[in-house]
């Protein structure tokens, strides 16, 4: 199993660049793929970026232009750098890794809580 904990979420007022932060514990051998999704009230999980250990990135639209993902694999943590936040960007923002390229994340975090006040 893989342990996932993220940290940075709060209250950020719009126009706010807020960085998460996503650490992996236990079985931490071949996480290909790491990142990010995120859940509205009311809405659906979606995806916001993810990455692999050669770097490759995938965003959504609504990230794209805005959210940079990074990750430092000699520490096993992936990053969201988060720029001029809007208030539909409130969710509660969850880290996410798998052993594959392609389909569901196998891990999850607990999530952290992203509010953006106008």
């Known amino acids: 199993q893989v342990q996932l904990v993220e940290s940075g979420g709060g209250l950020v007022q719009a126009g706010g660049s807020p960085r998460l932060s996503c650490a992996a514990s236990?079985?931490?051998?071949?996480?290909?793929?790491m990142g990010w999704y995120r859940q509205a009230p009311g809405k659906q999980r979606e995806l916001v970026a993810t990455?692999?250990?050669?770097?490759?990135?995938a965003y959504a639209d609504s990230a794209k232009g805005r959210f940079t993902i990074s990750r430092d694999n000699a520490k096993n943590t992936v990053y969201l750098q988060m720029n001029n936040l809007k208030p539909e960007d409130t969710a509660v923002y969850y880290c996410?890794?798998?052993?594959?390229?392609?389909?569901?994340?196998?891990?999850w975090g607990q999530g952290t809580q992203v509010t953006v006040s106008s």
């Open positions: 996410t890794t798998s052993r594959t390229v392609v389909g569901a994340p196998a891990f």
């Open positions: 990455m692999t250990r050669s770097h490759i990135t």
């Open positions: 236990g079985n931490i051998l071949n996480l290909n793929v």
